[in-house]
């Protein structure tokens, strides 16, 4: 059974980079049909899709959150992560991963993470 | 940006139907998918290219699509499907960007 884990800091200064792994158990990054990324959901309020990755390095982003962003994997630890730059109290929020499954051209998560808390506070 | 249009709530009572509509533009061309997320726990994946359900949803779990607006249908709605429910797509740019939709809180009472 696929499992993915977030790990990382739960707590961000405003201004610095936000920082977290996922670590995938039962499966494979380097699967032909998987894609790999991160969700994100302000408390209380809705999904919000990041972006993606594939294990060869191609990455698709929000353009929203494109110039801060930069998801990439660690194909030796089974392991994929997120940074995300000059964070701001508006990036508070329970960040998912997800794999990303490969289907008649589209990817969509099939399997998440349970889900990690950042906050982002001086 | 684009965006996916859900109505903010839905009621039903036990036993009867809810349908959840999702509207953009782009829908006529794109799949939609419909995520199922209870309070406290991350979203579970109900329906998948329209109206395909993957192993383990039930069968009261259906979708459909129409031009411009996705639907999820809920028949004989049990207690236990009390939840946010979000649509899913792309837009029609070509450059794999993903949106989910606004959220839909279903009440079942």
């Known amino acids: 059974q696929l499992q993915l884990q977030e790990s990382g800091p739960g707590l961000v200064k405003p201004s610095e980079t936000l920082s977290l792994t996922c670590i995938v158990s039962g499966g494979s990054i380097s699967s032909s049909s998987d894609y790999w990324g991160w969700i994100r959901q302000p408390p209380g309020k809705g999904l919000e899709w990041i972006g993606s990755?594939?294990?060869?390095?191609?990455?698709y982003y929000n353009p929203s959150l494109k110039s801060r962003i930069t998801i990439s994997a660690d194909t030796s630890k089974n392991q994929f992560s997120l940074k995300l730059s000059s964070v701001t109290a508006a990036d508070t929020a329970v960040y998912y991963c997800?794999?990303?499954?490969?289907?008649?051209?589209?990817?969509?998560?099939?399997?998440w993470g349970q889900g990690t808390l950042v906050t982002v506070s001086s | 940006s684009y965006e996916l249009t859900q109505p903010p709530s839905v009621s039903v009572s036990p036993g009867q139907t809810a349908r959840i509509t999702c509207s953009g533009d782009?829908?006529?061309?794109?799949?939609a998918y419909w995520y199922q997320q209870k309070s406290g726990q991350a979203p579970v994946l109900v329906i998948y290219?329209?109206?395909k359900r993957p192993s383990g949803i039930p069968e009261r779990f259906s979708g459909s699509s129409s031009g411009t607006m996705a639907t999820l249908t809920i028949s004989g709605a049990q207690v236990e499907d009390e939840a946010d429910y979000y649509c899913y797509s792309t837009d029609s740019s070509g450059n794999n960007y993903y949106v989910f939709g606004t959220g839909t809180k279903v009440t079942v009472l």
């Open positions: 997800a794999r990303h499954k490969f289907s008649t051209g589209w990817f969509f998560p099939d399997y």
């Open positions: 782009a829908l006529p061309k794109k799949y």
């Open positions: 990755m594939y294990h060869s390095g191609s990455t």
């Open positions: 290219e329209d109206s």
